[in-house]
């Protein structure tokens, strides 16, 4: 409530209750960016995981660009709000770096960033860095142990093959559609481990198929992936892939219960140089 404080030293009362549903809303906003602490279990689909073998090279990496998006929620099932987002996508030399940065009421509330090396497996995160309101974790990516690292004090995780962040996460779907679309056809399960600023677990991506999403910067065909809920995880994670933007995200959507909900929507993509 601090950086929310008007300069008024006697709020009125209608002021104090704006404020409250204000920082209300963020609290979920960065709840739900945070993918709050649980345990996802593994779902039986009746559909084989397509992401198990290598990606053949990383030939068609999307080129390095800026995304922005609109962004909205709703908070206890009826409090709306508005916010956007951007995400920095880079890579050079057998190097990548990303950021997403996310605003809520006018506030900043929440920087992801996730730095790490190109191989024929997609993306290999070394670090990812988790800022909310008032704090700031970073996960280690050690290879040369096996292991998974947490500055948040997280005991370490075994690093398994193909593990990714949550921010990596959602390029490295785009890095194997891109190099292998015929691999992923409508109901194929894409598999990895996944890890954030307090937990590594497994993430499980159903494919369904293309659809045309009329969003903020115009009309795209994008394929959606889908990460459902499970009764240890009850959030899930929708996110849309474009083939005409290299297969970078044009929407991203997070739920939980109580229909709360952040949704992220493409506006405009600026090429990087």
């Given at each position: ?11 009125s009362?209608?002021l104090?209750?704006?404020r409250?549903?204000a920082?209300?809303?963020l ?19 009746g ?8 990606v053949?090279g990383t030939g068609?990496?999307?080129?390095s660009a800026?995304?922005?998006?609109e962004?909205?929620?709703r ?5 709306k ?9 880079s890579h050079e ?7 997403l940065?996310?605003t809520a ?12 090396d190109l191989?024929?497996?997609g ?11 008032g ?8 290879r040369?142990?096996n ?7 997280t ?9 990714q ?11 194997l ?10 109901g ?9 600023a ?12 293309a659809?045309?999403r009329?969003l ?7 394929i ?5 809920s499970t009764?240890?995880?009850?959030q899930q994670?929708?996110v849309?892939?474009a083939?005409d933007?290299?297969?970078l995200?044009?929407?991203?959507l ?16 600026q090429?990087?140089?």
């Open positions: 409530m601090n950086h929310m404080q008007s300069v008024m030293s006697r709020p009362v209608a104090r209750v704006r409250l549903r920082a209300s809303a609290g979920v906003f960065t709840c739900l960016l945070t993918l709050c602490p649980a345990t996802v279990t593994a779902q039986s689909t559909t084989s995981p397509a992401a198990a073998a290598p053949p068609k990496l999307a080129a800026l995304l922005q998006y962004g909205h929620g908070e206890r099932g009826f409090f709000y508005s916010g956007s987002g951007e995400l920095r996508w030399a057998g190097h990548y770096q990303a950021m940065e996310i009421l006018g506030l900043r509330v929440r920087t992801w960033k996730s730095a790490g191989s024929p497996q993306l290999l995160p070394v670090t990812f860095q988790d800022a909310p309101r704090a700031d974790w970073t996960t280690r990516f050690l040369d142990k292991v998974i690292s947490f500055s948040s004090g005991p370490d995780q075994p690093l398994l093959t193909g593990a962040d949550k921010l990596s996460a959602l390029l490295q779907l785009g890095v559609l891109n190099n292998a679309p015929q691999r992923y056809g409508v194929d399960v894409v598999q990895f481990q996944a890890a954030d307090h937990r590594a677990e497994p993430w499980n991506f159903l494919v369904t198929a659809e045309p009329d903020p910067g115009g009309s795209v065909n994008a959606k992936l889908t990460k459902k009764p240890d995880f009850d994670i929708q849309w892939l083939p933007q290299d297969y995200p044009v929407r991203l997070i739920t939980e219960p109580g229909e709360n909900f952040i949704d992220l929507l493409w506006k405009k993509t090429k990087l140089e």
